[in-house]
């Protein structure tokens, strides 16, 4: 198991209604998080919810791949070699790699330090790439290349592996072989009968009774967040395996041991409950010398958490009364004390049950060998430290803060006055903006009223010109002055420059004129480099033709502007926004520009015919919508009746048939449209690519 993982516990939350089942669900989750510290759980108790299921995972998964998204090019290039290693081993065969040949693919890769490999090693265990025990007898001198293998293989044992298997679990420290009436045993901790805690102490002091050894006990209570079935066989192994050790009883993870001339009795107990849930303890008793028992026990409990179970954490350690312990079975309930209160200076040092002085100098002689108090108490050393920084910070902050108020606290007081003289002022203009809202949102409500109905006589003249495909000739067209600047600017996908002007309308009578032809690409409708057709006597076509070129430049201007409007402001448009496959942004600017200075023309030209007069000073442009009520034009009639005229007006002009070098092509979606040559192949193109 690798913390890297993401692990899904599927249970069925029937069997946990009852509180006190909720336990071994718990006990189940702190194994995990033994064997994988910080390890990502995600607990499913029902069949239901498959999808938000998967959700969760992608979700985990994406979290997870974000601690490793910053791995350097070498880490990619071995995991990479480490793949393709794997691939090449013959099917059947062990997938193994001498741990010498996996430093020298690591090196061929970038890693040449053992930090560095270690460190990548670790993270592709934690991917499940590989494992590595470098730190367990017998098997740091190969690397899995296959992890699941090795489950699979322990998974199903066979009797003709017997002999190695247990080889490798006593190599690993799961079993110890001790000799018997008919040979050499296999003493297998966590197969071994329970023993009750009370016949245990009992057998202890059975043998104590027989040692001659002078009188002295010892005690400890190593209590844990929790404590997994292998670290408490191991820890068994590792004690019966000692030198001048011999066994006097032993059961499940526990025992009564003889080292030397002392006594041992290892209890352990996995119903303590800690604070984050199920918890452990391992509890010593000793009879004899008390420091080197000590010494040895918590040197390999040491070594188990910090190496092989690092989700293994030490909570509390208690020494017990020696007065107690030697008053069984009078007292079977010695008193205890935490180390915490030993290293104290003030405090009573008497034990609770017996009242007798605590051997307060013996207990701190065993303190200073026990490997697990030093570390408790280096954190809680640690801990205390950065609690003393803290409160101190918080009093430096103090009292800066109330320095600055102490500084501030006139000014304070003139800018209160300040800002209740400005909330004064602020709420007056605040009823005048209300009031001008009111009255700007009266004005946009009439406005959009308006605009609605110019923007239904835009969609009719969309459609006449839309459903223009039977015409032989191209209508969409502009007329403009013939001066011109230099300012050109390139159609989007197309090669043609399209043509802009810049002229003042009081010279505009006396320029001349030309109609150009429009390439009706969808969604750019653009002038091209064709020079159109000249216009003679300008002023008089002008005027001939006043009425219908003031309806198509006025219909055609608003509907550029009103399409680029919607599409840039998300305004409803009633449908306006459909016109994008005609119109683009990028035709918006200089044509739109033009019709309106050509209205503008035609709005004087009509004036003049009017009332009769060409040196009367200009009115002011008449809106939209009151240039349609004055002339009461029927937009859908209008159009209708100006498709001829409109055809006549261009063939007059068109003598040659050139259509400005546009042609009819067919577009996918838009029927057939009047296209310059460069949009013509393109849509060409599009047409054959589609039929493949």
């Not at 550029?560 to 306006?576: F, P, V």
Request: hydrophobic share 40%.
């Amino acid at each position: 198991m690798t913390p890297g993982a993401v692990y899904c516990i599927l249970f069925r939350a029937r069997n946990y209604e009852d509180a006190g089942n909720l336990r071994q669900l718990d006990e189940y989750l702190q194994r995990v998080q033994t064997l994988a510290p910080g390890a990502r759980m995600l607990l499913v108790g029902t069949h239901a919810g498959v999808d938000d299921l998967k959700e969760a995972l992608l979700e985990v998964a994406e979290e997870q791949a974000v601690v490793y998204k910053d791995l350097p090019v070498s880490f990619s290039r071995l995991r990479q070699a480490v793949s393709t290693a794997m691939r090449l081993i013959t099917p059947g065969e062990a997938p193994l790699m001498l741990e010498e040949d996996y430093r020298l693919l690591a090196a061929n890769c970038g890693l040449h330090t053992p930090s560095q490999r270690r460190q990548f090693t670790d993270i592709l265990a934690d991917f499940g790439d590989v494992r590595h025990y470098r730190d367990v007898q017998g098997m740091s001198a190969v690397v899995v290349l296959r992890p699941q293998w090795l489950a699979e293989s322990l998974a199903t044992v066979s009797r003709d592996l017997a002999v190695g298997l247990v080889e490798l679990l006593e190599d690993m420290g799961l079993l110890y072989m001790v000799a018997g009436k008919y040979g050499d045993q296999a003493l297998v901790p966590p197969l071994m009968s329970e023993q009750l805690e009370e016949d245990c102490i009992q057998q202890f002091y059975e043998e104590v009774d027989k040692m001659q050894a002078p009188e002295s006990y010892f005690s400890a209570t190593y209590t844990y967040s929790n404590l997994p079935d292998a670290l408490l066989c191991k820890l068994l192994c590792g004690l019966l395996a000692l030198p001048n050790t011999s066994i006097v009883k032993a059961w499940r993870f526990g025992a009564v041991l003889k080292r030397n001339k002392s006594l041992l009795l290892l209890l352990t107990s996995k119903d303590h409950a800690g604070r984050n849930g199920v918890g452990g303890s391992v509890s010593i008793l000793v009879y004899g010398s008390a420091t080197k028992i000590v010494s040895v026990v918590t040197e390999i409990l040491v070594q188990l958490r910090t190496k092989e179970f690092k989700g293994v954490e030490l909570r509390d350690v208690q020494y017990g009364c020696t007065s107690c312990l030697g008053r069984w079975p009078e007292n079977k309930d010695p008193g205890t004390i935490k180390v915490k209160a030993l290293t104290r200076k003030r405090g009573s040092k008497e034990c609770s049950t017996c009242d007798e002085k605590l051997e307060t100098s013996f207990l701190k002689q065993v303190l200073e060998i026990d490997q697990e108090v030093v570390e408790l108490l280096s954190m809680e050393e640690h801990s205390q430290h950065l609690e003393d920084k803290f409160q101190q910070v918080v009093k430096e902050l103090q009292m800066c803060v109330q320095s600055l108020a102490e500084q501030n606290t006139k000014s304070i007081l003139v800018l209160k006055q300040q800002v209740d003289n400005m909330s004064i002022v602020m709420e007056g203009k605040l009823d005048n903006i209300q009031e001008a809202q009111v009255e700007s949102l009266t004005r946009i409500k009439a406005i959009q009223e308006m605009e609605q109905k110019v923007l239904e006589c835009i969609m009719t003249v969309y459609d006449a010109i839309r459903h223009m495909d039977q015409n032989t000739i191209p209508v969409l067209h502009l007329v403009l002055p013939e001066k011109e600047s230099n300012l050109v600017k390139e159609v989007q996908g197309c090669k043609a420059k399209m043509k802009t002007f810049v002229a003042k309308l009081q010279n505009m009578f006396k320029d001349k004129f030309r109609l150009h032809l429009l390439c009706e690409n969808p969604g750019a409708p653009h002038l091209t480099e064709h020079e159109g057709y000249p216009i003679e006597r300008p002023k008089m076509w002008i005027l001939k033709h006043a009425f219908l070129l003031r309806l198509a430049t006025f219909t055609i201007s608003m509907l550029l502007c009103k399409g680029a409007e919607s599409l840039t402001h998300g305004i409803s448009d009633l449908g306006i926004s459909k016109l994008s496959d005609m119109f683009g942004e990028h035709v918006l600017k200089n044509p739109v520009e033009g019709y309106t200075r050509l209205n503008d023309l035609m709005d004087q030209l009509l004036t003049e015919a009017e009332e009769g007069g060409e040196d009367k000073p200009i009115k002011e442009r008449m809106r939209s919508d009151e240039w349609l009520v004055k002339h009461q034009v029927n937009v859908s009639d209008a159009c209708q009746a100006a498709r001829k005229e409109i055809g006549d007006l261009i063939k007059s002009i068109d003598v040659n048939e050139e259509c400005g070098n546009l042609k009819r092509e067919h577009v996918i979606g838009h029927g057939y449209l009047w296209l310059c040559p460069c949009h013509r192949s393109t849509h060409r193109l599009q047409r054959l690519t589609s039929r493949r």
